[in-house]
């Protein structure tokens, strides 16, 4: 299937479907880049730490060395502080060993005391420290090694020129104050070959100042290692101190100990650490003093492994977040579209006329209340056709129960005529002017309006009322009053006229000459209200009820039809607030009350 097809099957229409699409690439982008991010962030402080722990274990190193050539170094200025014992110095370095000693003699037989001795003095360093491989004192001038081992030995090793290259080399490496030691030395005191460094320092004539030799002493290695084994971090790659000449003194991988340092000139070229050849990671410390350096390389592959395992758990976590993030919106959204399919379906079968349809929805949010909504409309619409339709039905019953006996309102109407001119041309006036107001009421009702107003209702009772006025003559009146602005508003045909048709059958008193009926029509808020009073006979207690209880239950009484047929279409058409409301005294009158809602001109 075509990705065209695809869009416009399941997405061009499909709000919710764009929204899960819309709603994942945000997040997809958002959790992928703050993923990046805090693989970055996280990596850089992991490379951070680990470059840490290489700097301490660089510090260790050097702290080590750099403590042994300070040792070294004051080795060398307590004897210049000592006079006597800074003149025995210069003395063994300049004369033979048996001179030295008959010196001493002299001095003990002259001065009658023990002058210090250069020898012992040096043989109790070696206590002072146990990492001493070996101590030496060389004589310039004499080509000759004074050793000490660590087994507190002492011995007088010859180092003519003629005979070995140890004078050369003691020239050469005059200046290096930590380097390896020299092979040649080594073989001339018998000592192992293991890692060793060494350090050196010039010896002069206190009086003089002239150089007269130097003091090495050999220190192991095996301390550095365990300096290092201390360290509860893991340190990569190899730590490497090398002398001022590129000579590698220590290597804590082992490998190049002894000889030229491969990256000498990048590291001496560079000033600050950073990346050197073959990808490795460079921190590096000098010690000024002691001319060595300390390296730590750590090749690029190695650190980058050391956060693998970062990027692998960043990655779940982040598929993890992504498939969560997307999932549970998903399944919420989804929710919210099938409650939506299904209002739409409900829309549609209400469309085709299914008015019963409804949505069970018991929910509180937004598609619960539209859906609540859509059923109380729905309710409201039911009741409304009902209502609508049944008042037409009442109105139309009511009408052809008025016009039953019209066969041909003409001809009704032609007749009426000439009757009320024969009347009037014999001099019976009154029975003419009732002819007439029968014809217009007749007409009135037999007449079809568009649109029907209080003041054609007035009018019809006026021409009902003024029937009976010339019929019993003084014996009876009426009146009817209506407030200012409410003539033209909108009103129910025939719905006053049954009221007073009512008092005419059954209240009024012929043997009365004050029967008066009024009609009084006043605004009441939203109401219009239409009372009917009269002094008539009145009702009785018994037959009110009965009256009350038909209109509302009609099949509890089947009499009381013009009133039932007012209070049933005036509550069908607006509802229950509308309606008749009846009043009456036996033998005092009766008050009938319609009313109207308020809805504008007709």
């Known amino acids: 299937m075509r990705l065209g097809s695809l869009y416009g099957k399941y997405i061009k229409n499909n709000l919710f479907m764009k929204i899960i699409l819309l709603f994942a690439l945000i997040t997809i982008v958002t959790i992928i880049t703050f993923s990046y991010l805090m693989y970055l962030s996280m990596s850089q402080s992991a490379l951070q730490r680990q470059l840490d722990v290489q700097r301490r274990a660089m510090e260790s190193v050097s702290g080590y060395i750099g403590g042994k050539y300070e040792s070294v170094q004051t080795m060398m200025?307590?004897?210049?502080?000592?006079?006597?014992?800074?003149?025995?110095?210069?003395?063994?370095?300049?004369?033979?060993?048996?001179?030295?000693?008959?010196?001493?003699?002299?001095?003990?037989?002259?001065?009658?005391?023990?002058?210090?001795?250069?020898?012992?003095?040096?043989?109790n360093r070696l206590d002072d420290d146990r990492d001493i491989r070996s101590l030496m004192l060389y004589s310039a001038e004499l080509q000759?090694?004074?050793?000490?081992?660590?087994?507190?030995?002492?011995?007088?090793?010859?180092?003519?020129?003629a005979n070995s290259f140890i004078p050369d080399a003691m020239y050469l490496e005059e200046d290096?104050?930590?380097s390896i030691?020299?092979?040649?030395?080594?073989?001339?005191?018998?000592?192992?070959?293991?890692?060793?460094?060494?350090?050196?320092v010039p010896v002069n004539n206190k009086q003089s100042l002239r150089n007269i030799g130097q003091l090495l002493v050999y220190f192991e290695s095996n301390e550095l290692m365990e300096n290092l084994a201390r360290f509860e971090e893991k340190i990569m790659g190899s730590i490497v101190v090398l002398s001022a000449d590129g000579d590698v003194i220590f290597d804590s991988s082992g490998r190049g100990y002894g000889g030229k340092y491969p990256y000498f000139e990048q590291v001496s070229a560079s000033l600050s650490d950073g990346e050197v050849a073959d990808n490795f990671i460079m921190n590096k410390s000098m010690h000024t003093q002691g001319g060595f350096t300390v390296l730590s390389m750590v090749p690029k592959a190695e650190l980058e492994a050391s956060y693998v395992g970062l990027r692998r758990t960043i990655v779940t976590i982040s598929s993890i977040c992504i498939?969560?993030?997307?999932?549970?919106?998903?399944?919420?959204?989804?929710?919210?579209?099938?409650?939506t399919h299904n209002i739409i379906r409900f829309t549609r079968k209400v469309k085709q006329g299914d008015l019963s349809a409804r949505i069970e929805d018991v929910k509180e949010d937004e598609?619960?209340?539209?859906?609540?909504?859509?059923?109380?409309?729905?309710?409201?619409?039911?009741?409304?056709?009902?209502?609508?339709?049944?008042?037409?039905?009442?109105?139309?019953?009511?009408?052809?129960?008025?016009?039953?006996?019209?066969v041909n309102p003409h001809f009704l109407y032609n007749t009426l005529e000439v009757i009320r001119m024969r009347a009037v041309s014999q001099g019976a006036g009154d029975v003419g002017e009732m002819i007439y107001s029968l014809s217009v009421l007749f007409k009135s009702y037999v007449q079809q309006k568009p649109n029907y107003t209080l003041q054609d209702e007035l009018e019809a009772c006026r021409l009902y009322l003024e029937l009976f006025r010339i019929r019993y003559k003084d014996k009876f009146a009426y009146d009817i009053r209506c407030e200012p602005g409410l003539k033209g508003k909108a009103a129910l045909k025939m719905s006053l006229q049954p009221v007073i048709e009512n008092y005419i059958l059954?209240?009024?008193r012929t043997d009365r000459h004050d029967n008066r009926i009024e009609i009084?029509?006043?605004?009441?808020?939203?109401?219009?209200?239409?009372?009917?009073?009269?002094?008539?006979?009145?009702?009785?207690?018994?037959?009110?009820?009965?009256?009350?209880?038909?209109?509302?239950?009609?099949?509890?009484?089947?009499?009381?039809?013009?009133?039932?047929?007012?209070?049933?279409?005036?509550?069908?058409?607006y509802g229950p607030g509308y309606g008749i409301e009846i009043e009456s005294t036996p033998e005092e009158g009766t008050t009938v009350t319609v009313l109207y809602p308020d809805i504008g001109e007709a």
Do not use: C
Not at 181 to 200: C, G, H, M, T, Y
Not at 539 to 560: T, V, W, Y
């Open 77 to 123: 200025v307590n004897v210049y502080r000592d006079e006597e014992l800074a003149f025995n110095l210069s003395y063994l370095m300049e004369n033979p060993y048996p001179e030295y000693v008959e010196h001493r003699l002299d001095k003990y037989y002259n001065d009658n005391s023990t002058s210090t001795d250069v020898v012992q003095f040096f043989r």
């Open 144 to 161: 000759q090694l004074y050793t000490f081992n660590d087994a507190r030995q002492f011995k007088i090793v010859s180092a003519n020129a």
């Open 176 to 178: 290096s104050n930590v």
């Open 181 to 200: 030691p020299n092979v040649w030395v080594k073989k001339a005191i018998d000592l192992e070959d293991q890692p060793l460094f060494s350090v050196r």
């Open 323 to 339: 498939f969560f993030t997307i999932l549970i919106p998903s399944l919420f959204i989804g929710n919210f579209a099938k409650r």
């Open 367 to 406: 598609l619960g209340q539209i859906s609540k909504s859509f059923n109380d409309m729905l309710e409201e619409l039911n009741q409304y056709i009902d209502r609508v339709y049944k008042a037409e039905i009442k109105q139309k019953h009511t009408e052809l129960a008025a016009l039953e006996a019209r």
């Open 506 to 508: 059954h209240g009024l």
């Open 520 to 573: 009084a029509v006043r605004k009441d808020g939203d109401l219009i209200r239409a009372e009917v009073t009269d002094n008539g006979k009145g009702i009785e207690p018994g037959r009110m009820e009965e009256i009350r209880r038909g209109l509302d239950d009609p099949d509890a009484n089947a009499e009381s039809f013009g009133l039932r047929s007012i209070h049933e279409r005036l509550r069908l058409l």
